[in-house]
């Protein structure tokens, strides 16, 4: 049996650069935090003292990183007093070429996720299609035996009656039957 594979897991040059705009959309907005690996296009920078808040501002800056829009909802600073702490945050719009290797490196991974799926989807709709083929030769086998062994099963019943009748037509023939079947 000749089974043709959906064409569906195929690479989409589209669907690839969907994906893209969508991990782009979640990197512009998502905040980098040194100790988690997530990437992101703001970083966030814990300083533990005031004057260390200055100098990270003061080099990032001069390295071309960018404020927050204020209108942006996150303050690019942020310092929390208390008498037992004081806790310091700083939120800096990476560079636009940083920015950009980021999201190569963001796609690069995009594509691999993305041809992994597809690989993955087409060998499950490979496997489902091995096990229709083998349950549908599974199902034919058994009923060529069944219908086998009802035709060895009928050739058994019409022997059987053949035999049967030609017994009988012996019987009445040497009168011991009668022909309606009842006995001499």
């Known amino acids: 049996m000749s089974t043709q594979l959906p064409m569906q897991f195929v690479f989409s040059e589209s669907e690839y650069r969907q994906r893209c705009q969508n991990a782009k959309g979640f990197y512009e907005s998502r905040i980098e935090k040194p100790h988690t690996g997530i990437l992101g296009a703001i970083v966030e920078f814990t300083p533990t003292t005031l004057v260390e808040a200055l100098e990270v501002y003061h080099q990032h800056r ?3 990183w960018q404020p927050l829009d204020p209108m942006g909802g996150l303050p690019t600073a ?9 806790f310091i945050s700083i939120y800096l719009r990476k560079p636009e070429r940083e920015q ?15 041809e992994a799926e597809l690989a ?3 060998e499950a709709e490979v496997e489902r299609q091995v096990q229709l083929t083998l349950a549908k030769d599974e199902r034919d086998r058994q009923q060529a035996l069944e219908q086998d062994r009802e035709r060895r099963a009928q050739a058994t019943r019409d022997e059987l009656a053949a035999s049967r009748e030609k017994l009988r037509d012996e019987l009445i023939k040497s ?3 009668n022909a309606d ?4």
């Open 100 to 114: 950009e290797r980021d999201l190569a490196k963001l796609c690069k991974q995009v594509r691999a996720d993305y």
């Open 181 to 184: 079947g009842s006995a001499v």
């Open 175 to 177: 009168g011991k039957l």
């Open 62 to 64: 001069a390295a071309q």
């Open 120 to 122: 993955a989807a087409l």
């Open 78 to 86: 942020m310092l929390i007093e208390s008498p037992q702490a004081t």
